[in-house]
């Protein structure tokens, strides 16, 4: 591969850690015997798979150029799988979540039974041409799309649709696409090469304004260059 040039970050000490409420493992063998109850009274004929799961992760990054950052946070999951197995059919769904507190699992447990219930009342349908429905859940799908189109090593090899489009309409502009490093259950404010993760637009209101990029492929891009803003963490780079 080509030649690279770049510096490690350095002289960084921080240590962040998220502190949350501990639990028995029995409360949650409890929630989730409770809820599986609650879901057999409404639809008693479902086999139902619950299950919750704790993840405590601790992350340190050093180098020789006096970088040591420490990360640490415990993670909640839940997930929950209702089917039904008829002589003539059969009904399977299934949702899962990740977060940095306890999530309300009672909301997604009730949103699936309603599903149920909705399976229960069949239309005939006609032929034609429909319109396609997204809900927000498929919103990942088409981000992974995005994110290919916006990745700085995909870019350089000139391999995505948008190298050339800053400064251009590439979406609607009802959509903006920012990068916050406070949000969301993965927030921190280092990636692993020990670059600041700082706040970035890369669509403003379906106008390209920027790629993202790891070390190596910033260095690479000499027309497009903004200098990385802690995306070492992404794998497709």
């Known amino acids: 591969s080509p030649e690279v040039n770049f510096e490690f970050p350095d002289k960084i000490h921080k240590t962040e850690e998220t502190k949350n409420n501990q639990e028995s493992l029995l409360s949650y063998v409890e929630k989730g015997k409770e809820l599986i109850e609650e879901i057999s009274g409404q639809a008693p004929n479902v086999l139902t798979d619950i299950s919750f799961e704790v993840n405590h992760i601790k ?3 050093e180098n020789s150029k006096d970088l040591d950052y420490t990360h640490s946070t415990k993670l909640y999951s839940f997930s929950i799988n209702i089917r039904e197995t008829l002589e003539n059919n059969f009904f399977d769904i299934y949702t899962a979540i990740v977060d940095d507190k306890f999530p ?5 447990a009730n949103e699936l039974v309603q599903y149920y219930k909705l399976s229960k009342k069949h239309s005939k349908v006609t032929n ?9 859940k498929a919103a990942k799908d088409l981000l992974e799309i995005i994110e290919l189109a916006l990745n700085g090593k995909q870019i350089n090899q000139q ?5 050339n ?3 251009k309409k590439v979406l609607s502009d009802l959509i903006t696409i920012k990068q916050d490093p406070l949000f969301g259950y993965m927030s921190r404010s280092i990636d692993n090469e020990g670059c600041s993760i700082k706040p970035l637009t890369f669509v403003n209101k379906g106008i390209l304004d920027n790629f993202y ?25």
Do not use: Q
């Not at 309300?104 to 997604?108: A, G």
């Not at 034609?128 to 927000?136: H, I, Y």
């Not at 391999?159 to 190298?163: A, R, T």
């Open 159 to 163: 391999s995505s649709p948008w190298h």
């Open 213 to 237: 990029y790891d070390l190596a492929s910033d260095c690479r891009d000499a027309i497009n260059r903004v200098s990385t803003a802690g995306n070492g963490f992404k794998p497709s780079l």
């Open 104 to 108: 309300d699992y009672r909301t997604f």
């Open 165 to 167: 489009m800053l400064g």
């Open 128 to 136: 034609g041409s429909f319109p396609v429905l997204f809900t927000s």
């Open 59 to 61: 992350e340190k990054i």
